[in-house]
């Protein structure tokens, strides 16, 4: 017999909570393990229940969805984390993804579909509701590919740059690099 994929919820809604941990018990191959109406109550007690998977809403009182995201990938790395929440803009998808959501659902996704995303993650995949997909794509459609990643220089790397776009040569901004063309390299 194939294992129960086991199931923690962390959504402020009881009867959303409620219906999802009746649909999840329900389901052959699924077990809820833990539903919690906080962060910190899922934070306190997870560990204890180790599920393959968390579902967590974004939209709950006192520690906010993405940082309970946050503090459960780091407290527990083997769990899958899905958040299941009825926000779809772009700001709050890509806040929870890089808090460490291995998936993003939203709450309007029919219950086959929901538990489809469940074994999904729980098998190592990455599932995202059709309209989060969309977002994620037209994002990147929108960056520019060609824009080199600025943030990434260092202070000192970001003053030469700005110093050669004004047309200085590379001896006017640091004399030891004359020193060192000349010298060391024979030019």
Not at 84 to 95: G, H, P, Q, V, W
């Amino acid at each position: 017999m194939k294992p129960k994929i086991t199931v923690s919820l962390v959504e402020d809604e009881r009867g959303t909570r409620e219906a999802l941990a009746v649909l999840i018990d329900g389901t052959p191959g699924f077990r809820c393990v833990g539903a919690h109406a906080t962060a910190e109550a899922a934070l306190e007690r997870m560990p204890r229940e180790q599920p393959a998977v968390a579902l967590v809403d974004l939209g709950l009182p006192k520690l906010s969805g993405a940082e309970c995201v946050r503090r459960l990938a780091k407290l527990l790395p083997q769990t899958r984390i899905v958040v299941l929440t009825k926000y779809e803009d772009s700001a709050r998808i890509f806040e929870a993804l890089k808090a460490g959501a291995h998936g993003y659902v939203l709450k309007k996704t029919p219950p086959a579909k929901l538990l489809e995303a469940i074994a999904e993650v729980q098998a190592g995949g990455a599932p995202l509701s059709s309209e989060v997909a969309a977002r994620v794509v037209e994002h990147f459609h929108r960056a520019d590919p060609a824009a080199p990643d600025f943030a990434a220089l260092t202070p000192r790397e970001r003053e030469v740059l700005e110093w050669l776009a004004r047309g200085l040569r590379y001896g006017e901004i640091d004399p030891a690099y004359d020193y060192y063309y000349e010298t060391v390299l024979g030019g």
